[in-house]
């Protein structure tokens, strides 16, 4: 008899909740639920088994905030919750919370080449360490390690580092938005809102007055080529994913591969594709070699963070991933 655990993946929006098969990580009936229509995650996991009536009694749930100890507080939602209350009213022998980003991360061994898409660099080599960001409301970032059989993910806060300037326009950004802001991470610069910071600085930097843009306004001037300020503010935005991939396969030597998650980059593969990313990502001066073949993998699986919820409580429950 197959046997199932409930896996998940919430967000600010939306909650996503799915069954994982327990011998080899398979998934199915995932549902997307707003997290506006229920007063509780509890709420939604009840609601969602009930349809499901499946005996289950282990899960994993990936979210969107630091997870440090039993209670947990979403940063952009009003949901908060004991996970061990939660375990015991439902029920289940194990309920594990983990970071959206361990999620991620967590993910990558059981990626097929059907599910990236390579930038640059040569083969990953098995097992040696990973490094796993993504630009999306903020930017994430983990990396991955293999010890003794088994993957470790080492979560962090890893976006708010310093944003790291290193061109003279770059320089000329940073000064508008340290003159806003104080503290300027990278988070800033790499996410939805950090792409209309991009632009309003560009603007601002030329002694000019920046429009009220929205992300997907940035983002489509620069495609269909109607505003220069936007289309250097995703080119730049490009450039510095690359910088900043770079910096994450330095820290920790990721030979394993850097890899890309989150929704921006998607909305304008092409664009990508064809900007400064990878010679960004490879200009580090004296240590160019180290990096260049590294590879880099854009992450097309549609649902990683539940892949990777359901990789975590597998190897939990003793799978060999």
């Not at 990626?111 to 083969?123: I, N, P, R």
């Not at 000019?208 to 495609?223: F, I, T, Y």
Request: charged share 20%; with cysteine.
């Amino acid at each position: 008899m197959t046997k199932y655990a409930l896996v998940g993946d919430v967000g600010g929006t939306n909650a996503r909740l799915a069954l994982c098969e327990v011998e080899n990580g398979a998934l199915s009936q995932a549902k997307t639920f707003s997290t506006a229509d229920y007063d509780s995650l509890e709420a939604v996991i009840r609601f969602y088994l009930d349809e499901q009536k499946q005996e289950i009694t282990d899960g994993c749930i990936a979210i969107a905030c630091p997870i440090t100890d039993d209670w947990v507080e979403m940063t952009n939602h009003d949901w908060a919750f004991s996970t061990s209350k939660m375990k015991a009213n439902l029920g289940f022998e194990h309920l594990e919370i983990i970071n959206d980003f361990t999620a991620v991360s967590m993910a990558i061994p059981m990626l097929s080449a059907d599910d990236v898409m390579q930038f640059g660099g040569g083969k990953a080599v098995n097992d040696k360490p990973v490094a796993v960001y993504g630009a999306g409301t903020g930017l994430g970032v983990a990396h991955l390690v293999h010890v003794d059989k088994r993957w470790v993910s080492l979560p962090g806060e890893g976006g708010h580092v310093d944003f790291a300037a290193n061109s003279e326009e770059e320089d000329l950004i940073l000064e508008v938005l340290r003159a806003e802001l104080g503290h300027v991470s990278a988070e800033r610069v790499l996410s939805g809102a950090g792409l209309v910071n991009l632009y309003r600085a560009i603007v601002k930097s030329d002694d000019r007055v920046p429009e009220n843009l929205k992300p997907k306004d940035v983002s489509q001037r620069a495609l269909d080529d109607s505003c220069t300020d936007c289309r250097r503010a995703l080119a730049m935005f490009c450039v510095i994913m690359g910088r900043f991939g770079g910096n994450l396969a330095l820290n920790l030597g990721t030979f394993g591969g850097v890899y890309i998650a989150g929704g921006i980059v998607p909305r304008f593969l092409e664009f990508f594709k064809s900007s400064g990313f990878r010679a960004a990502f490879e200009d580090k001066g004296r240590f160019k070699d180290y990096v260049q073949n590294i590879p880099v993998f854009l992450i097309t699986h549609d649902q990683p963070g539940l892949l990777g919820a359901g990789a975590h409580l597998r190897q939990t429950l003793g799978s060999v991933l």
